[in-house]
């Protein structure tokens, strides 16, 4: 077995008395529980997120600190610009406030870094080339500045002052900015640490419209807030934040907004992407926002924000086409290095001493290697960080597995590197290429020392054992109530037990990577897919599968089938 399984506790009895409660059957309610939706309360208002949850925006530290410093700005008219990030959470939050402040009357405008001339964030080469071409007092950023605590220094001295609207780590001190409004103020458990930038940067715009109407702002009685959800459901799925409370919410009803969205540039994007059936996070997850974010991972994300901010279809279908053809360009550029990588990799790898990967390469493209990390992560399931030259001082980005905090081990190596910061799961660091084989040795060891052989084994978290008869077409449809899966709230994966061929397994698809797979009970047969299964050897006699059950339409004709995840022999005992 490629995985380790780890089977939810099986609760039937609790189950079987929230599936009374809520008038759903003991499957859902079990996987409700496993979601740490144990009582009625709770489990309902996940299955049915309204807006009017959401919690008061003022709630978010410092706030109402950003407010006021805004309505100064359009009362004394003065311009403002907005600088954000080039990944989709910073290039949406930047279309979503831009949209918001010029709807009612401010003066602004925004700047995007370039990812490779400028680097990640409020960087000093960033700011310097934003006040080179805009004349401003005000600087708004988002997505960015919790860390920048020199830049924003050196921009309060030059008279400039900054909000800050971010939901990474802040660091200590924290910049002196004019409003940092960052959850994380309060705690790193805090409400709303959840939300990520497009969140943030809604609150902030209902916060905004709100003390409007307290003071007679223009506009504000009949500014309508939930047109701007398409954008925050489009930011929240890409940047992977956990899809519960109020990203739930958030991504909902955004998606409801964003199946039918009247943006040119979102229907232009649709249209490009080749999307026929309702958007959903997949759609939104592999198909728009590798798109959007193509423009960024190359040079800048100019055209990505131009394109959400696109107001007629002609112009928004140009944009649209070449975004497209960007990202065909990053495919190839990381499928290059990720082959090159795995190549070298394959002929060394060592899974007893090489508990944590780090590469790096002078021509690897700094703009994809975070990608190319999660590629090889996916191989190897290893933490990996994947470098690309830049001069002197190489870039690159990590990813981590379950049991290591990147972040928290780069802070152990910070007397190698020349800068660093992230997540627990993902990071992004530079460093002097020649401290790259002191990097890797500091790092392995202390992963050695914190990570047990079980824990390089992936984990399959699963949420209940059924007998095929189980999984019809009714239960697949009710368990679409947990939609919008994603980070945090995966889709629900089983195991089905006391399986057989009906007929041999075909290799399928090209270079025949993928099986398929005809199980059955001696009853009822169900059509399955093992994708990226390559020469690993198909089960034989009665196994069990873990898989993902989904309603597959094929000419008119709708049945159910598996996405195998693993499988294992059944057990007789």
């Known amino acids: 077995m490629k995985h380790r399984w780890l089977l939810s506790p099986q609760q039937p009895a609790a189950a079987q008395q929230l599936a009374l409660q809520l008038g759903t059957s003991p499957l859902l309610a079990q996987c409700l529980i496993n979601r740490h939706f144990p009582d009625a309360e709770t489990a309902s208002s996940f299955l049915t997120p309204k807006l009017r949850d959401l919690s008061d925006p003022f ?47 401010w003066s602004v405008t925004h700047f995007l870094p370039n990812r490779r001339d400028e680097g990640y964030g409020l960087s000093h080469d960033g700011v310097l080339h934003c006040l080179e071409q805009h004349n401003t007092r005000l600087l708004l950023a988002v997505d960015c500045g919790s860390t920048a605590t020199a830049t924003i220094t050196q921009l309060r001295t030059a008279g400039v002052d900054v909000i800050v609207l971010d939901h990474h780590q802040i660091a200590s001190p924290p910049p002196p900015a004019n409003a940092l409004v960052n959850p994380r103020v309060a705690g790193e458990n805090a409400p709303g640490t959840e ?84 958007i959903g996070s997949y759609e939104v997850g592999f198909l728009l926002a590798p798109r959007l974010n193509a423009a960024g991972r190359l040079e800048d994300a100019c055209e990505a924000l131009d394109l959400l901010l696109a107001d007629d279809y002609a112009t928004a279908t140009s944009i649209a086409q070449s975004l497209d053809a960007r990202n065909r360009q990053r495919q190839q550029i990381e499928k290059a290095i990720a082959d090159q990588v795995i190549g070298a990799l394959d002929a060394r790898f060592n899974p007893a001493e090489d508990f944590v990967i780090v590469e790096g390469d002078m021509p690897w493209h700094i703009g994809v290697v975070g990608i190319v990390a999660s590629r090889v992560l996916q191989r190897y399931y290893r933490p990996t960080i994947i470098m690309g030259g830049d001069g002197a001082c190489w870039r690159g980005s990590g990813r981590s597995i379950e049991g290591f905090d990147l972040a928290a081990a780069l802070r152990d190596c910070d007397g190698l590197l020349l800068r660093h910061g992230g997540h627990a799961m993902a990071a992004g660091l530079s460093v002097d290429p020649g401290n790259l084989p002191a990097l890797r040795s500091r790092l392995n060891g202390l992963a050695k020392s914190l990570l047990s052989a079980d824990q390089l084994r992936p984990p399959l978290r699963l949420d209940a054992t059924v007998p095929l008869s189980e999984v ?3 239960a697949l449809n009710e368990l679409d109530r947990l939609r919008p899966t994603g980070q945090g709230n ?44 390559g020469d690993r050897p198909a089960p034989t006699g009665t196994f069990d599968l873990a898989c993902v059950a989904h309603l597959h339409d094929f000419n008119g004709r709708r049945s159910v089938q598996f996405k195998v995840l693993d499988w294992r022999p059944t057990s007789t005992s």
């Not at 939930?226 to 009803?253: M, Q």
């Not at 290799?507 to 897919?529: C, I, N, P, S, Y």
């Open 472 to 474: 019809t077409e009714d």
């Open 195 to 278: 939300l990520c930038s497009v969140g943030l940067a809604f609150k902030l715009a209902h916060a905004l419209v709100k003390r409007g109407r307290e003071v007679g702002l223009p506009g504000a009685d009949s500014f309508d807030l939930k047109p701007l959800l398409d954008l925050v459901s489009l930011g929240t799925i890409a940047d992977l934040v956990p899809l519960r409370g109020e990203n739930r919410i958030l991504v909902s009803i955004g998606l409801e907004r964003l199946n039918q969205t009247q943006r040119a540039g979102l229907q232009a994007l649709c249209e490009i992407s080749q999307i026929t059936s309702r």
């Open 490 to 533: 995966p889709p629900v994966q089983l195991i089905v037990t006391g399986l057989m061929h009906e007929r041999p397994p075909q290799r399928v698809g090209r270079e025949r990577q993928h099986a398929k797979f005809w199980v059955t009970d001696g009853r009822l047969t169900r059509e399955a897919m093992w994708y990226a299964a």
């Open 59 to 105: 709630l978010i530290p410092n706030i109402g600190l950003a407010v006021d410093r805004l309505l100064a700005a359009h009362r004394d008219h003065e311009s403002l610009v907005i600088y954000g990030d080039y990944d989709v959470d910073g290039v949406t939050s930047t279309a979503l406030l831009h949209e918001t402040l010029e709807k009612l009357g």
